[in-house]
């Protein structure tokens, strides 16, 4: 089992709809979650990060966590076509000073 | 601009020699970390330093060497060890060395056999 696991899509979906990446993690003593975006070609650039059970908003992105059942979920409302990109989800795991990555989701949105 | 800056931003390696990338950051950061993705993969740790003249192995350390004398740079050296160098490698800081602190990027470098 991988420690961070992503689907890799693509999902697609239509420009304005909601766009819902998961992400499960397989060290229960996981304290603290990213998620990245990732530009074809270019560097990861941070989005969000969620500690603590239960949602966090940050204008159309809302970060999601559920430590009991070991995922962490990045929604996107009104997806735009520039929001077209690779979605890393990134986990802190126990008694290691770096994150660990997910392989990513490629998110489509078509205009 | 406060950042991550790292140079060059293509490198071409030829068999049997030793290449060195540069990360210089002014964010006055505490850790830096390297980290190499293959296409279509996600990020792996190669080495990370939580504090001037201290540093420790990541998952995929073999073929690679770190050096951090200053605060604000943190070199990575591919070795003529490393014989799958090409990848993307990425360099990133935290203000703190706990994995609770968010990690910002650099822009990265692409590294190729010739």
């Known amino acids: 089992q991988k420690e961070v696991e992503q689907n890799s899509g693509p999902l697609s979906v239509p420009e304005g709809a909601i766009a819902s990446l998961n992400c499960t993690y397989s060290?229960?003593?996981?304290?603290?979650f990213f998620w990245y975006r990732q530009y074809s070609g270019k560097s990861p650039e941070l989005i969000m990060f969620?500690?603590?059970?239960g949602d966090k908003e940050d204008g159309r992105f809302t970060a999601q966590l559920n430590k009991a059942s070991q995922y962490v979920s990045l929604l996107i409302r009104d997806s735009q076509p520039s929001d077209s990109a690779t979605y890393l989800c990134?986990?802190?795991?126990?008694?290691?000073?770096?994150?660990?990555f997910g392989s990513g989701t490629r998110l489509q949105v078509q205009p | 601009d406060g950042g991550i800056t790292q140079s060059p931003k293509y490198l071409f390696r030829k068999e049997g020699q030793n290449v060195t990338l540069s990360c210089e950051q002014n964010?006055?950061?505490?850790?830096m970390y390297w980290y190499r993705q293959d296409p279509g993969q996600g990020l792996r740790l190669i080495y990370y330093?939580?504090?001037?003249?201290?540093?420790q192995k990541g998952d995929i350390a073999e073929g690679y060497s770190v050096s951090r004398e200053k605060k604000e740079s943190f070199p990575l050296t591919v070795t003529s060890a490393q014989k799958n160098p090409t990848a993307f490698y990425l360099c990133?800081?935290?203000?703190?060395?706990?994995?609770?602190?968010?990690?910002?990027f650099g822009d990265g470098t692409r590294l190729s056999i010739l």
């Open positions: 990133a800081s935290s203000m703190y060395s706990n994995s609770n602190q968010p990690q910002h």
């Open positions: 990134a986990v802190s795991r126990t008694g290691r000073r770096a994150l660990t």
């Open positions: 330093s939580q504090i001037v003249n201290d540093f």
């Open positions: 964010l006055n950061h505490d850790a």
């Open positions: 060290d229960r003593g996981s304290q603290s």
């Open positions: 969620i500690y603590s059970n």
